[in-house]
């Protein structure tokens, strides 16, 4: 069973479903209905057309279930309304479904959680380290969205920032999570930036591909991850880098400056450097400024702390590292890191140690926990 075709197949039959008049809550329960179908029946009898079949199977869930709803007076008309059979149009529906899930009747951080969860395919575990809350927290934000949106009509689509919100997190969750979405994502926000006149999209384009051209060099053949002062920077992909640079200029240039362009600046000045020791520090110090200015973000003023650290020394560095929440995600690993560039190693280990403990992927566990065990063996020395 290809699991990755389902996965892709899945926002278009639901949007399908949501079209032909069924409600956000009962497509999406019809459309798992159709998965699991396919799961069983697709190994032994594959269809010719995936997602025709898909439409089919989740349009007859759908009916069967406003069927057995005494309370659904529109049941004859819906049942009108059943697609022919036959093959269903290739269009991709993807991007117009990140637009309905943003409706007007959710507020942004609903929106949001709501489309992650039921188009972006992430687990509510994975949207709460995002948002920084307790999973239990998200569960029910997500479960009140799916309550609001119950019954109502998909024909007020969404504001952009909303789906550019979106966009950003489904991003960051294929960059540097479980799950690969990062392909994705640079896709539908190509065609976002094309169809709407938005700098900001523009912007998030421009940063997306500016992180994706080093994806190659951020891990090793043996799956650990390379920090960006190591990585083999000529295993970075220059055409992604000259492309992201040029919409970054154009979108720079309209002087409408926003949380996404200052990120795409700061991944370019990384990008321009030939070296690691060339980095222009001083220059992306003043880009967190105008971050923190823009968004108030305590990730963005925790990362600022690494710039400060590099651009003014370590000691600068943690003196902006004692301003910032301790309980944020990786405050340990950025202590111990700017520790161990003071030539604390004692407490840098420790450091490294909790920081592996907490850490939201394997990858990412696995690379705290050797430098602590690095750190630790030179100190036995």
């Given at each position: 069973?290809d699991?990755?075709?389902?996965?892709?197949?899945?926002?278009?039959v639901?949007?399908?479903?949501?079209?032909?008049?069924?409600?956000?809550?009962?497509?999406?329960?019809?459309?798992?209905?159709?998965?699991?179908?396919?799961?069983?029946?697709?190994?032994?009898?594959?269809?010719?057309?995936?997602?025709?079949?898909?439409?089919?199977?989740?349009?007859?869930?759908?009916?069967?279930?406003?069927?057995?709803d005494?309370?659904?007076?529109?049941?004859?008309?819906?049942v009108?309304e059943?697609?022919?059979?036959?093959?269903?149009?290739?269009?991709?529906?993807?991007?117009?479904?990140?637009?309905l899930?943003?409706?007007p009747?959710?507020?942004?951080?609903?929106a949001?959680?709501?489309?992650?969860?039921?188009?972006?395919?992430?687990?509510?575990?994975q949207?709460?380290?995002?948002?920084?809350?307790?999973e239990?927290?998200?569960?029910?934000?997500?479960?009140?969205a799916?309550?609001?949106?119950?019954?109502?009509?998909?024909?007020?689509?969404?504001?952009v920032?909303?789906?550019?919100?979106?966009?950003?997190?489904?991003?960051?969750?294929?960059?540097?999570?479980d799950?690969?979405?990062?392909?994705?994502?640079?896709?539908?926000?190509?065609?976002?930036?094309?169809?709407?006149?938005h700098?900001?999209?523009?912007?998030?384009?421009?940063?997306?591909?500016?992180?994706?051209?080093?994806?190659?060099?951020?891990?090793?053949?043996?799956?650990?991850?390379?920090?960006?002062?190591?990585?083999?920077?000529?295993?970075?992909?220059?055409?992604?880098?000259?492309?992201?640079?040029?919409?970054?200029?154009?979108?720079?240039?309209?002087?409408?400056?926003?949380?996404?362009?200052?990120?795409?600046?700061i991944?370019?000045?990384?990008?321009d450097?030939?070296?690691?020791?060339?980095?222009?520090?001083v220059?992306?110090?003043?880009?967190?400024?105008?971050l923190?200015r823009?968004?108030?973000?305590?990730?963005?003023?925790?990362?600022?702390?690494?710039?400060?650290?590099?651009?003014?020394?370590p000691?600068?560095?943690?003196?902006?590292?004692?301003?910032?929440?301790?309980?944020?995600?990786?405050?340990?690993?950025?202590?111990?890191?700017?520790?161990?560039?003071?030539?604390?190693?004692?407490?840098?280990?420790?450091?490294?140690?909790?920081a592996?403990?907490?850490a939201?992927?394997?990858?990412?566990?696995?690379?705290?926990t050797?430098?602590?065990?690095?750190?630790?063996?030179?100190?036995?020395?």
């Amino acid at each position: 069973m290809d699991e990755a075709l389902l996965r892709s197949l899945t926002p278009g039959v639901l949007a399908t479903l949501v079209r032909r008049g069924a409600d956000f809550a009962a497509a999406e329960d019809a459309v798992q209905e159709a998965l699991l179908q396919a799961v069983r029946v697709w190994p032994a009898d594959p269809p010719r057309d995936a997602k025709g079949w898909l439409v089919t199977v989740a349009w007859h869930r759908f009916l069967d279930a406003t069927r057995a709803d005494a309370a659904r007076r529109r049941r004859e008309d819906l049942v009108d309304e059943e697609p022919a059979p036959g093959p269903a149009p290739a269009v991709d529906d993807t991007l117009q479904l990140y637009f309905l899930c943003a409706h007007p009747s959710l507020t942004p951080a609903s929106a949001v959680a709501l489309t992650l969860r039921a188009v972006g395919g992430l687990t509510t575990r994975q949207i709460a380290e995002a948002y920084l809350v307790p999973e239990a927290t998200m569960a029910q934000r997500i479960s009140r969205a799916k309550r609001t949106v119950s019954g109502v009509r998909f024909d007020q689509p969404g504001d952009v920032a909303t789906v550019l919100r979106v966009l950003y997190l489904v991003f960051n969750e294929g960059y540097s999570g479980d799950v690969d979405l990062a392909a994705e994502a640079v896709r539908l926000t190509r065609q976002l930036a094309a169809a709407v006149d938005h700098p900001e999209a523009a912007g998030l384009l421009a940063l997306m591909l500016l992180h994706h051209a080093r994806r190659a060099a951020r891990t090793a053949s043996d799956g650990s991850l390379v920090p960006l002062a190591e990585q083999d920077r000529g295993r970075w992909d220059t055409a992604l880098i000259a492309e992201g640079v040029g919409i970054l200029q154009a979108a720079l240039a309209r002087d409408r400056l926003g949380e996404f362009q200052a990120q795409a600046a700061i991944a370019a000045l990384h990008a321009d450097a030939p070296t690691a020791e060339e980095t222009d520090w001083v220059q992306i110090v003043e880009w967190y400024d105008e971050l923190t200015r823009l968004t108030g973000n305590p990730v963005v003023r925790l990362n600022r702390a690494v710039a400060v650290g590099e651009a003014d020394g370590p000691r600068a560095g943690l003196t902006a590292l004692a301003a910032v929440d301790a309980s944020l995600p990786r405050h340990a690993a950025v202590a111990a890191y700017l520790h161990e560039r003071d030539g604390d190693l004692a407490t840098a280990a420790r450091l490294y140690a909790e920081a592996a403990h907490k850490a939201p992927n394997l990858a990412e566990r696995d690379h705290l926990t050797r430098q602590a065990a690095r750190l630790n063996a030179r100190r036995c020395r």
